[in-house]
């Protein structure tokens, strides 16, 4: 597609419960990246993927968390058990090749909401 | 982990004024970028500055990178109130991800 396309744009699921958010990345683009953004707070990594594989999962906060990207394009970003704490806007990011090469092209975000 | 601080924190100004907003950083980089935030929407990427570059343009924006001092200046030209957004500083820490700092929210008055 032409942009990044983050799916669903709202979340608002109760605590305990388990999430899915969906990222598809721009047609071509090997690297793409998760992040997490608090109210008034920058980005924060949560994972990068080259390719079908995580090439560095180090952002992830905890093994409630786990992401995939099986063909290489449309990665899944899965939260169980969630917290209230786990509320934030989850940003998707591509980019042509990965390492910190090129500018990312983001998202529009997830915005999870946990009651 | 947070590489980048920018500052101010917060710049008001009036429309047609000039605005620079800082970033600091603490580990050797590559690669340093700035992006623009509207309220509630995606970042969008500004420019992107190598470890070899001191300054790039873009319209009317101007980039310029001080590794000595590892800090980095966006500055925006005869702001207008669309350039109203967070601006955030964004470097690689000589790896494969782009940390983010905290961000400058700039407020151009009409």
């Known amino acids: 597609g032409a942009g990044v396309s983050q799916t669903p744009s709202n979340k608002v699921t109760e605590k305990g419960k388990y999430v899915e958010l969906r990222c598809d990345p721009i047609?071509?683009?090997?690297?793409l990246y998760w992040y997490r953004q608090s109210l008034g707070q920058g980005p924060e990594f949560l994972i990068y993927f080259q390719g079908t594989g995580a090439a560095d999962d180090s952002g992830l906060p905890n093994d409630r968390f786990f992401a995939v990207r099986p063909e290489g394009s449309v990665s899944t970003l899965k939260i169980q058990r969630t917290e209230r704490g786990d509320s934030a806007v989850y940003l998707c990011?591509?980019?042509?090749?990965?390492?910190?090469?090129?500018?990312?092209?983001f998202g529009s975000g997830t915005r999870l909401t946990v009651v | 982990s947070q590489q980048g601080e920018e500052d101010p924190q917060a710049l008001s100004i009036q429309e047609g004024e000039n605005a620079t907003m800082n970033c600091s950083y603490k580990t050797s980089i590559n690669n340093l970028q700035w992006y623009r935030q509207n309220s509630g929407r995606g970042l969008v990427h500004l420019i992107l500055?190598?470890?070899?570059?001191r300054e790039k343009h873009s319209g009317r924006l101007r980039v310029t990178l001080d590794t000595s001092k590892k800090s980095s200046s966006l500055l925006i030209t005869a702001s207008r109130a669309a350039d109203t957004a967070s601006y955030f500083c964004a470097t690689d820490e000589g790896g494969q991800n782009f940390v983010f700092g905290p961000g400058t929210r700039l407020s151009v008055l009409p």
């Open positions: 047609s071509g683009h090997t690297a």
């Open positions: 990011a591509s980019s042509l090749t990965g390492g910190a090469t090129y500018g990312y092209t």
């Open positions: 500055i190598r470890s070899n570059e």
